[in-house]
C-alpha cells in the first residue's frame, strides 16, 4: 500500500496557482513528477501525492523545482479565475478513476505527437544537412574542376610558349647555319682567286715589264716552275699517344696517401669477409641468407629504423657470432644500446668498433667518427664528462667540419667548468 503525502500548502492569484509539497529525505527526480492539464502526480515509492485540480491549466509552461526537501510547483491556469479549492470536491470514485486514466492517455498521445514531431524535425534536419552537403561537394567539385581547367590552360599556353620558341631557336640555328656555309663558300672562293693570282703574278725581283709570250715549247716555262714550287706538303701520319694512371682504391691521390696503411686496410677488411663461423649448432635451422652476416646486418638497420632497438640487438648479436670481424656490427649495435640506455655495453661495443678501425686510414674515418661520438655520449650519459670530452675531441680531428659535433663538444666544456665551479 502507497504512503499518502497529506501535508502541502498551496496560494493562488487570478492566473496561477502555487504549491509547495514537502519531500524531506527523499531522493527526487523530474521521472517521479506527473503533470496534465487536469492531474498533478508524484510518485517517490512508496510515497505518494496525487491531485485531481478544480480546473485545467497549461502543463506545457507549468514547472516544478526541486531543492532544499521541497518540490514548489508554478501551475498556470488556463482561465484566470480564482478556484474555491486545489483539487477537485464532491467526485466518487468512478469519476476519479476515469479523470486519472484520461490523463494518462493524454500523456500517452502527447509524448507519442511529440516523438513523431521529433522525428519528423529530424529527418528534415538530415534532409537539409544532405542538400547542404551536396551543395558543398558540388561547389568544391566546381572549384576542383575550375583549378583543373586553369592548370590546364597554363600548361597548354606553356606549351605553346615553349614549342614556339623551340621553332624560333631552330629556325635561328637553321639561318645561322646558312650564313655560315656562305661564309665557308665565299672563304673558298677567296681562297681559289688567292690561288689563282698567285699563279698569274711573277715573283719579286723579276722584271716589272710585261714578258712576251714567244712562240715554241719554251714560252711558259716560269709558270711551269712556279706551280711545282707551290706544291702542298704530304699531312703527317696519325699516332697513338698511351696514358698511364696509377690505380687507386682510395679516394685521395696517391702523394697524400699511405701505402702501408690502406693495404694492412684492406687485407684486414678481406680477412674480415672470410671469417665465418659456420660450426654455431643453431645455424642448422637457419636459411642461406640468415647465415649471412651482411644481410642480417641489413636486417638489423632496418629494425633500428622502425624504433625496434630489441630485436637490431639481436639481429647484430648473431651476425656477431657469425663474423666478430666486423666493425660496423659492433658500431650499429652501440647505437642500439645507446637507445635502450645499455651505457656500459655502448662503451664496449664502441671500444670493439675503434679497435677493428685499425689501421686509420681515409675509408674508415666516418665509422671512427661515429665509433668516438656513441663512446663519448655513453659516457656523458654515466656522468663520465672528461672521458666523454676526450672521445668528441677525437671525433674533431677526425671530421673538424662537423658542427654537430664541435657543439655537442662545447657543451661538455659548460658542464665540466660548471662542475668544477661547483666543487
Sequence with gaps: MPVWLREHCWRQTASAVYLSLPVRGLRVTPANIFCTDQYLKVSIPPFLFEAILYA???????????????????????????????????????????????????????????????????????????????????????????????????????????????????????????????EEIEQLKEKKKEKMNKTGIPHEGTSKTRLKPTKGHGSYSIFSENLKEEQLPAPRSAATIKINFTSRVFPTALRESRVAEEEEWLRKQAEARRTVSADLSELEDLKEEEKNPDWLKEKGNKMFATGNYLAAVNAYNLAVRLNSKLPLLYLNRAACHLKLRNLHKAIEDSSKALELLTPPVPDNENARAKAYVRRGTAFCQLELYTEGLQDYEAALKIDPENKTIEKDAEKIRHLIQGTTQDS
Excluded at 509552461?61 to 526541486?66: P, Q, Y
Excluded at 521541497?70 to 484566470?80: D, H, P, Q, S
Excluded at 538530415?126 to 590552360?153: F, H, P, S
Design 56 to 182: 485545467p491549466i497549461d502543463d506545457t509552461n507549468s514547472t516544478a523545482k526541486i531543492g532544499n526537501g521541497v518540490i514548489f510547483f508554478t501551475l498556470y491556469k488556463k482561465e484566470a479565475a480564482m478556484w474555491d479549492s486545489l483539487t477537485l470536491g464532491n467526485a466518487d470514485k468512478e469519476k476519479l478513476q476515469y479523470l486519472r486514466e484520461n490523463a494518462v492517455l493524454k500523456a500517452h498521445e502527447k509524448a507519442k505527437e511529440e516523438t513523431e514531431a521529433k522525428k519528423v524535425t529530424k529527418q528534415e534536419h538530415k534532409k537539409y544537412a544532405l542538400e547542404a552537403t551536396m551543395k558543398l561537394e558540388e561547389a568544391e567539385r566546381k572549384r576542383i574542376e575550375d583549378l583543373k581547367e586553369k592548370e590546364r590552360q597554363k600548361v597548354t599556353k606553356e606549351l605553346e610558349l615553349w614549342q614556339k620558341q623551340q621553332e624560333d631557336a631552330e629556325k635561328q640555328k637553321r639561318v645561322q647555319k646558312e650564313g655560315e656555309l656562305h
